[in-house]
Nanobody
Framework: QVQLVESGGGLVQPGGSLRLSCAASGFTFSNTFSNYRMSWYRQAPGRERELVAFITNAGGTTNYGDSVKGRFTISRDNAKNTVCLQMNNLKPEDTAVYSC????????????WGQGTQVTVSS
């Protein structure tokens, strides 16, 4: 069973930076970290969950939500089974619970979620 554990959240002032990490485990020889597209989502109180960013299996393609473009960067290390989200120039509206998602398409379609980490941007 694939497990995802996020870390790096916390309280930061507007304009500050945080780096979130998601450590993935539970893979097998036929089901590896590189089989999964990795994404970060966030959900603020009273709002629907939104996609923040995703990165494809080999890391060749990234995509970002309009509200974070130019400020956030997603990256992955397939050797370490980790995906990170570097968040710069944070704004109060970035306050949310950030969750990591692993998604595999095709015949062995599967999706896993982490428990989330709280990010609060406030002065």
């Amino acid at each position: 069973q694939v497990q995802l554990v996020e870390s790096g959240g916390g309280l930061v002032q507007p304009g500050g930076s945080l780096r979130l990490s998601c450590a993935a485990s539970g893979f097998t020889f036929s089901n590896t970290f590189s089989n999964y597209r990795m994404s970060w989502y966030r959900q603020a109180p009273g709002r629907e969950r939104e996609l923040v960013a995703f990165i494809t299996n080999a890391g060749g393609t990234t995509n970002y939500g309009d509200s974070v473009k130019g400020r956030f960067t997603i990256s992955r290390d397939n050797a370490k089974n980790t995906v990170c989200l570097q968040m710069n120039n944070l704004k109060p509206e970035d306050t949310a619970v950030y969750s990591c998602n692993a998604n595999r398409m095709g015949i062995l379609r599967s999706s896993y979620w982490g428990q989330g980490t709280q990010v609060t941007v406030s002065s």
